[in-house]
């Protein structure tokens, strides 16, 4: 059982492993314990070996070669060697989690032409625009939609997902990133979202750190009610903290990451505020906090020669623990 001690900035990550005959009897004796602190004390040694290891996240799955949320993104991360795929969840309609980035499904559908009537109209910066939300529609119906034409032809009939089905497709050969996505939006309609995820991963028997070896599970969302909720409920699973460009370096002060690591055993902060506090990186992990910072892709390598030179960067110089990234077919294990 590889239950890693919450506090350690570099093991809360670590990729999917097949279970070897000694982890498999060390799995059967600790399910007996009342306690994990056995099975973390057993385990420092591991802590220790594994301390080099950078951790890959699929953004989106392989979002840079196919449409973004959907299992063909999913299934090509997994091709590519990604440790953990992301899932960004919304709640449709009907109470089911779906896996889509946006509130709304205008930008990565065709439901302008499906449900042409279905729009309501909404302020987006200052401006009036036209927007069918996900939480306006029922399941049935976003099945109706296409979800990979925008990107490409080969992708046209594509699906919006489940996070059941995400769950399905990756289990087994990769880790479960998945974000609660503006919690606090549904929160003021009456529908608590870390339920719904908690709910779901009980189901699937996911809700503890190594009750599935091959695929860990770590939770991630820029609401810190939420992942309060969800440190209570799921105590041993890990939980990143996201911090936008909106919070100023400055802000980020000791005393800020000291309230985070309450309810968070991690940072994701976007790689914008890394360059421009780079002892964020030490900081954080002087209170046990890992760091992962997005978003890594071709089309944005801010002044770096390269999007390898810019990972490199991140993981072997400013020393962060993993990182989300388009491209995991360009993720550099070695500096």
Not at 145 to 153: E, N, V
Not at 175 to 184: A, Q, T, V
Not at 272 to 278: D, G, I, K, S
Not at 301 to 326: P, Q, Y
Request: charged share 25%; with cysteine.
């Amino acid at each position: 059982m590889r239950i890693i001690p919450s506090r350690s900035p570099v093991n809360q990550l670590r990729p999917a492993q097949r279970l070897t005959p000694m982890k498999i009897l060390s799995k059967q004796h600790l399910r007996r314990l009342l306690s994990g602190v056995i099975a973390v004390l057993g385990l420092l040694s591991l802590a220790s070996a594994q301390s080099d290891t950078k951790i890959l996240i699929a953004h989106r799955g392989a979002s840079a070669y196919a449409p973004e949320h959907t299992l063909a993104a999913y299934r090509l991360a997994i091709e590519q060697g990604a440790d953990y795929v992301e899932q960004d969840l919304g709640v449709t309609r009907d109470g089911v989690l779906v896996c889509l980035h946006d509130d709304s499904l205008e930008r990565t559908t065709n439901v302008r032409e499906i449900f042409p009537g279905r729009f309501v109209e909404e302020q987006v910066n200052g401006r009036s625009r036209q927007r069918w939300r996900v939480r306006d529609l029922t399941l049935s119906e976003i099945k109706q939609l296409d979800a990979g034409s925008w990107f490409g032809a080969e992708f046209a009939g594509s699906q919006v997902p489940t996070w059941q089905e995400a769950i399905d497709l990756i289990r087994g050969s990769a880790g479960l990133f998945p974000e609660l996505k503006s919690p606090e939006n549904y929160r003021s309609l009456g529908i608590d979202m870390p339920s719904l995820v908690i709910d779901l991963l009980r189901r699937n028997g996911l809700d503890t750190a190594g009750a599935d070896d091959d695929t860990p599970v770590i939770l991630q969302s820029f609401d810190d009610a939420s992942l309060r909720r969800l440190a209570d409920a799921l105590p041993t699973l890990p939980r990143v903290f996201l911090i936008g460009t909106s919070d100023r370096p400055t802000l980020i002060t000791d005393t800020r990451l000291r309230e985070i690591a309450t309810f968070a055993t991690g940072i994701g902060p976007a790689k914008e505020l890394l360059l421009a506090q780079p002892d964020l990186v030490r900081r954080a992990h002087a209170l046990g906090l890992t760091v992962t910072p997005y978003t890594f892709r071709s089309s944005t390598i801010n002044s770096f020669e390269s999007l390898e030179k810019e990972m490199r960067h991140f993981l072997f110089t400013l020393g962060v623990d993993a990182l989300f990234t388009d491209n995991p077919d360009r993720f550099p294990r070695q500096p």
